[in-house]
């Protein structure tokens, strides 16, 4: 089968489109066919070396952390021929034409969503449940800070949030304004000309997707025993400044229930996922810069031939 392979790391010159083995099945795993997928911030982290978990010793690797696509070996629980997305496990890429996925990873595709807009969902999503409701606890009626919330996974916590009955603050770019209010933010922060004091009471989860020095900022506004979560980086308790607040970064992991509750959220239309763009496969770098150096509101979506 064809797939984006990296052999070194660098920037997107170094994406290799390669002949590979299509993926033995382990016990009970789903051979999917993949339709499509997306690009993510840390497809690129990966390829420049800066994602801890894939060494050099790792590579070649293929790239790619969503999937959505038709079963072609199905199991007990889902048949041959069904639509699916998911996201694998890390030690497996999905910018290529098959992938082995383990069947608690998957969710069916409602038949109302296409394949392209599927693929834009899973590490964003799962991201953003994790982080808003396994780490940050996130309760009705509660405040609640997202700091990044234009891109992929900070457009989905707004809707998530908010359907969870909370007040949402989010942060974005001069431009994103009015995207951050039709997803749903009660107030927008336009961080090229607004301070975040604008937010006024402290709140009580920080769901910070962008870390350094504006992460830091956003953690100050977490009021006692509040929780701060990244997705980025450690958050220290002491910068936060607070008495008792719980910090917490960590990694998405793989969730087909939680994507099955999106999904049905995503038919019934409360939840949308917001397409920046759709390329083709063969187009894969060009993506990633594009991801890298243009600013993006929701997702960039990879469909095959
Ligand atoms: N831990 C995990 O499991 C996990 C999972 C998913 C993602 N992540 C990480 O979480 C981060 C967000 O992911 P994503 O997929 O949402 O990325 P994304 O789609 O690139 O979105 C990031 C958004 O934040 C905006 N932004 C950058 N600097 C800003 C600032 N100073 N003020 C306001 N907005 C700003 C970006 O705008 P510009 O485009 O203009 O910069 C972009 O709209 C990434 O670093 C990613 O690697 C971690």
Redesign the pocket.
Known sequence: MKAWQIHNFGDADVLSLDDVQKPELAEDELLVRIRATSI???DC?IREGKFPKVGKEDLPVILGRDVAGEVEKGNSNFEAGERVFGMPSTDRGTYAEYIAMKPSGVAKIPNEIDFAVAAGVP??A??AW??LFDHGELKDGERVLI?????????LAIQFAKQAGATVFA???RQ?KQFLQELGADRAI???NESLDVIGDKVDLVFD???GE?GKAAWQHVKDKGRVI???EEPDAKAAGKPGVKTA????EPNGEQLAKVASMMKDGSVKLTVEDRVSFSDIPKAQRE?EN??????IVVEMA
């Open positions: 993510n911030p840390v982290k590490l964003v799962l991201t994790q982080g700091n990044g919330a234009a891109g992929g996974v900070g457009h942060t974005g770019r994103d336009d961080t090229d997707l962008l870390g504006i990244s997705t980025v970064f960590y990694l998405a991801l243009a600013h993006t509101q929701g997702k």
